[in-house]
């Protein structure tokens, strides 16, 4: 199979890649060329650099930077007494631009000079950006483990672009106290325009999603119109990407599955001559309404609001169908591994993984989807063949799917192990222990208020003094929505919603409800102007949403499932 | 076949019971003695009467009940001023005494007299113990709609035995509201020992059982004891019990099953005959821990404390071969109706249903259960047979199983259709409309401390100070348990339990998870002396307990999951 994939060339600067799989061997040629991965990583930088510059030495002089004087030192930061404590968004934005950021009182070093150090022995130095950094002291604490050392002597940039928790003020302080020098020969350019840049083929997008991050793309709807269409459309539906999306020709197209009895493998027009099968599913990220999460106490992660789930039929062909004909026997030890045609930076493609007895069940309804809502699926939603694995949380319905491996072990992939999984409000990351905890699989009863927005102001609409709230439901595990509550006198007195969703059993309800309430407005919160509005939704096993985040704060930002409460003015 | 049932023929007075299905007509003869009836009705009352004569004469005169005077006079009752207010508790205890008081301002009437009155035409009345009363004008009104008709003429008692909504302090006044007169020849004597009481061949229990009701019995062990041990001891195992315990001879017992393309009836030695299967799960009734939540709200029911939970290995034949040896095809509109050999007064059988999907699934485990921690079922928990219904709640778990019909609709019986349903916190019984609501089948997360208990004093158990809390958890579903959190200073800090559990894959856990938890107790919690206790799971879909009960409360008072709470001494 010839598939035409982004490359991380540009950014890995020389790299043998250990862990080459053989599947990847064969279709990452575009890695063998030193020289010119060379040169691309010398281009390579963020836009915008020349007034960076000057921002930067403005700021490294102690003086006015974005309109603020330092008070404290850290980090060599002075705030004048009687100035505005800029905030911690302001600080982090930055905290962004230090690594692409000349230091001047500092030496300059080549790309070979900083090769050298890439053990503890000859010190630990990366790079990010114009920066070098000697990290040898940091190693041993680095919480991601030994992970530090694949970056030693080398960018770091292509690891932190997937490992997002490094995207923090606390992190970029940390690294910028390890800083020694400049990496010369770095020219800041614009790495979009760059044929080599694993960003270059990235598809257009809706102009109304509202990016969380561009690179890799991630974005939502505006919630005000998510309740609107009980089918999300397509080009509205939220994109979370994990890395660069992969370009597949159709015609090159091919799915192997190993397991059972024997290998095999599929091409679209394979998988298309199988039997169809449609499933109306909602996908919901596992990190859906983590901006009201963060609010409780910092989280790492993508900054989503509500708007991280859309609801779609998806059609293509069962995986029960496909692993059966394989042979494949029920063993409830067993997991399904996905992988994807899309990279990380050492040649791995993004995987995750599902229980076979999932896969297997055909109430499970899980499917190699090749249309979404009657229409090809679109490259940033997995094509040409994305596993839907309905009920269960976004991460592991792998787009761009190219290998399915029924195995004895979970996926072994970053997401999988260290990533997507719930811990306890106390647990922080100093204790925190990935292995200990399950991966998500199943997601938890959640609902959300699309409209009225926060803050709106909205018209009491009839006489009696009602104002009309709409949002959506959702649970995981094929459990449908029972019940939708609201109260806009905290909890005082609950109105039920009146749903709209699928008549399918429960137990396989996969798709959304959406829901309309009609809440009473008193005249005295007439007077006062200022309402409150929760949902909380009821599941079919009678799961209702917690209250309120802080008992269910996790330091991934996961899983915020808590009531969703919305203030608007009342006019 | 032939069963000795006890029979209601001694409480309800020459009815006809209009509502006879095939099967009963023919097991429950003793109903047919007119003359036998009477007489036994005749005998019918309440322990202790003696006393209550003197303490109802000394009411009625507006004197010194129960140490107390009455201010108010809401039914005849004077509290003088400058006395004790008694509590709704107290005012109960005296009203349950009202229908077993003669009033002597009022005439007598004879049964044949009652019985006259049985449509509006001619007033409908009705007798409860030793009162009668006409109801004419409230029967419109009934909350049960006209199920009062039935009653017309004759003994509420029997109905009221099964629907406990109304042995509240706000029903029992209406009901002596509507008071006219005194049964004539009604002889006060203990019904127990009487052998045609329904009650009279009840079995022994353990005295540890501690009852929320006597008749029917139902009873939980001491929580203090119920983590202890992974499989709850039979004898201490919670018994729910809707109607009295019907008597089964095993050689004569007998299951028919209807469905697919043939009907069946299999023997207990046929039922044995088939591949034996064993599973371990929890059983757990849906009002557990209503004790809590009734301290919000009054709610209608048994008051159980967090002890209407067990955890058991049951063993038996799979209800899939079984049906599939029928000829039973999947069909996911379908349910599974059961019935028991249970009686309720106009003779019909308990009755529960659940999903035909649910019993079709080889990961279901629903079983017909002959054995329970591998000793046969007792007659408390269903001998012979008892159907187990892993993961749902305990009320379809039908005991004494007879019959088995695979149906295009739910059960019709009361606990199917009018009880065992969630509603929202507004939802009264002027508003409520069982139709509305889902009947509950899985139940959500739950769990318990079950020591220390509240109130205890406990000792801090080492030199760092710490104190030992210990519990179980459990959700429905097959959803296993990931996590326990335990807090002592209201959700600041969490601390996770160490979890007791099967090694099963997850989706067929069924059964519960002990955890213990070592919990530091600060300088400050021990001079104060009180520390608060909570506990929170989590289960496999990331479900998490609500934390307080105002916002789950509901009418009936099932599904109370919320935190548990415990105050305890630090010493």
Redesign the interface.
């Known amino acids: 199979m010839r598939l035409l994939r982004p490359s991380w060339s540009g950014l890995v600067r020389g790299r043998h890649h250990q862990h080459h799989r053989r599947f990847l061997q064969t279709t990452t040629s575009r890695g063998s060329n030193g020289e010119r991965e060379e040169q691309q990583h010398s281009k390579w930088s963020s836009p915008g650099s020349r007034s960076e510059q000057l921002l930067y030495a403005a700021f490294w002089a102690g003086g006015l930077t974005l309109g603020y004087h330092w008070l404290t030192d850290r980090n060599n930061r002075v705030l004048l007494e009687g100035q505005k404590v800029p905030s911690e968004e302001e600080l982090e934005a930055t905290a962004r631009r230090w690594h692409v950021t000349i230091r001047k009182e500092l030496p300059n070093y080549r790309a070979e000079q900083v090769e050298q150090h890439n053990c503890a022995e000859k010190r630990i130095w990366v790079t990010y950006g114009l920066g070098v950094y000697d990290v040898t002291d940091f190693a041993d604490n680095h919480p991601g483990g030994d992970k530090i050392l694949m970056a030693a002597g080398s960018a770091i940039d292509p690891f932190w672009a997937i490992y997002q928790q490094h995207n923090t003020l606390e992190v970029l302080e940390l690294l910028e106290g390890f800083r020694i020098g400049n990496l010369e020969g770095q020219v800041v350019t614009n790495a979009d325009e760059e044929l080599g840049s694993p960003w270059s083929q990235e598809p257009q997008r809706h102009a109304l999603l509202k990016p969380a991050s561009k690179r890799p793309f991630n974005a939502e709807p505006p919630i005000g119109l998510l309740a609107d269409q009980f089918y999300t459309p397509n080009d509205l539906f939220y994109v979370r990407n994990h890395l660069p999306v992969p370009v597949i020709d159709p015609e090159d197209y091919e799915l192997e599955i190993e397991g059972g009895a024997k290998e095999k493998t599929l091409t679209l027009e394979g998988i298309k001559a199988l039997p169809k099968h449609s499933v109306t599913a909602a996908i919901m990220c596992g990190g859906n309404r983590r901006s009201e999460m963060t609010k409780v106490k910092a989280v790492k992660g993508l900054s989503w609001g509500a708007g991280a789930v859309g609801n779609a039929k998806w059609s293509g062909a069962r995986l029960c169908d496909v692993l059966r004909e394989q042979g494949v026997q029920p063993d ?2 067993k997991h399904v591994i996905f992988e994807g045609a899309d990279l990380d930076p050492t040649s791995h493609p993004y995987g995750a993984s599902i ?1 076979l ?2 896969a297997l ?1 055909p ?1 499970g309804d899980v499917i190699l989807a090749y249309e979404m809502n009657d229409e090809p699926l679109s490259r940033d939603h997995g094509f040409p063949i994305r596993v839907i694995v309905p009920g269960t949380v976004g991460a592991r319905n792998v787009k761009w799917l190219t290998r399915i491996v029924v195995a004895d072990k979970e996926s072994d992939s970053h997401w999988q192990q260290n990533d997507y999984k ?1 811990f ?4 922080d990351w100093d204790t925190v222990d990935f292995s200990k ?2 991966a ?6 959640t609902s959300a208020i699309c409209t009225p927005q926060p803050g709106a102001r909205v018209k009491v609409d009839d006489d009696e003094g009602h104002i009309t709230v709409r949002g959506y439901a959702w ?3 094929g ?1 449908k929505i ?2 939708v ?1 609201l109260t806009n006198d905290e ?1 005082v ?4 919603a009146e749903l709209e969703q699928e008549e399918i ?4 309800h996969y798709g959304w409800s959406l829901w309309t309430a009609r809440l009473p407005v008193t005249e005295a919160q007439r007077k006062a102007g200022d309402v409150e509005i929760w949902a ?1 939704a ?1 599941d ?9 985040f ?3 704060w996790n330091l991934r930002g996961v ?1 915020a499932n808590a009531y969703h409460k919305v203030k608007v003015k009342i006019v």
């Not at 306890?424 to 647990?427: A, E, I, R």
């Not at 998500?440 to 009863?445: E, L």
């Not at 007195?493 to 039920?496: F, L, Y």
Request: proline share 10%.
């Open positions: 409830e030890s229980p007895a999932k069940d109430r719930g306890s409000p106390s647990t905890s399950d998500i699989q199943a997601m938890p009863v649970s995981g595990g459990r029972v019940r509550d909890g007195s609950w109105h039920v059993p429960d137990g396989r909380k009821v079919s096993a009678y799961n209702v949403q917690p209250e309120k802080e008992h269910i899983l």
